[in-house]
C-alpha cells in the first residue's frame, strides 16, 4: 500500500457528503421507488401509520396489563417478515405466535391491511393505502422503538411511552 505511482498512498475521493461511497449516507429507498427524492422516513411521512398500529397495540395491553414490551416486539418482528414477503411478491410463511402474541399480532396486521388497502370495506374507514414496502419501514421503525423504550423504561417502557400519544 505504498505505491504512490497508483495511488495506493492516498485515501479515497470523498463525496459531498463526506464519505468515500456516493450515497453511502442516503437513506436506502424502498424496492419500487427508482428515483432519490422519494426515500421513506416513516416519522414524517407516516406519523398517522405508525400511530394507528400503535393505538391498536395499547388498545390490547389495557385489556392485559401485565403484557410486556416483548410482546408488541415479537408481532412487529412477525409483521415484519409477512409483509415483506408480500413486498416481494411471495407467499409469507405462516406466523407461528400462540397467545397474546398472536392477538397482538392480528390487531397490528387488521391495522397494516387497512392502512395498505388490502382489507376492502373495513370498517375503520377509507383511507389512502400506502404502498407494502413503506408499511414494512413502517413496521421496522415501531421495532426500533421497542428496543429504544424497552432499554430506557423497562419491560413495559414502550407501551408506557406510546399511551402517552394513542391511549
Not at 392477538?103 to 392480528?106: D, I, L, P, W, Y
Not at 397490528?108 to 391491511?113: A, G, I, L, M
Given at each position: 500500500?505504498?505505491?504512490?505511482?497508483?495511488?495506493?498512498?492516498?485515501?479515497?475521493?470523498?463525496?459531498e457528503?463526506?464519505?468515500?461511497?456516493?450515497?453511502?449516507?442516503?437513506?436506502?429507498?424502498?424496492?419500487?421507488?427508482?428515483?432519490?427524492?422519494?426515500t421513506?422516513?416513516?416519522?414524517d411521512?407516516?406519523?398517522?401509520?405508525?400511530?394507528?398500529?400503535?393505538?391498536a397495540?395499547?388498545?390490547?395491553?389495557?385489556?392485559n396489563?401485565?403484557?410486556s414490551?416483548?410482546?408488541?416486539?415479537a408481532?412487529?418482528?412477525a409483521?415484519?417478515k409477512?409483509?415483506?414477503?408480500?413486498?416481494?411478491?411471495?407467499t409469507p410463511k405462516?406466523?407461528n405466535?400462540?397467545?397474546?402474541?398472536a392477538?397482538?399480532?392480528?390487531v397490528?396486521?387488521?391495522?397494516?391491511?387497512w392502512?395498505?388497502?388490502?382489507?376492502?370495506?373495513?370498517?375503520?374507514?377509507?383511507?389512502?393505502?400506502?404502498?407494502l414496502?413503506d408499511?414494512?419501514?413502517?413496521?421496522?421503525?415501531?421495532?426500533k422503538?421497542?428496543?429504544?423504550w424497552?432499554?430506557?423504561?423497562?419491560?413495559?417502557?414502550?407501551m408506557?411511552?406510546?399511551?402517552?400519544?394513542?391511549g
Open positions: 500500500m505504498t505505491r504512490t505511482g497508483s495511488g495506493y498512498n492516498q485515501p479515497p475521493p470523498r463525496t457528503s463526506g464519505l468515500a461511497f456516493p450515497g453511502a449516507a442516503r437513506k436506502l429507498a424502498p424496492t419500487s421507488r427508482t428515483d432519490d427524492s422519494s421513506v422516513n416513516p416519522i411521512d407516516y406519523q398517522d401509520v405508525l400511530q394507528n398500529i400503535e393505538a397495540v395499547v388498545v390490547v395491553w389495557k385489556q396489563p401485565a403484557m414490551n416483548y410482546v408488541a416486539m408481532a412487529y418482528d409483521a415484519i409477512y409483509y415483506r414477503a408480500l413486498a416481494d411478491q411471495q405462516p406466523v405466535l400462540a397467545g397474546l402474541d392477538k397482538v399480532f392480528e397490528v396486521k387488521e391495522t397494516c391491511e392502512r395498505t388497502g388490502r382489507s376492502p370495506g373495513s370498517e375503520l374507514g377509507e383511507v389512502t393505502p400506502i404502498p414496502e408499511m414494512v419501514a413502517c413496521l421496522r421503525k415501531l421495532r422503538s421497542v428496543d429504544f424497552t432499554k430506557r423504561g423497562g419491560r413495559q417502557g414502550y408506557q411511552y406510546i399511551e402517552q400519544y394513542v
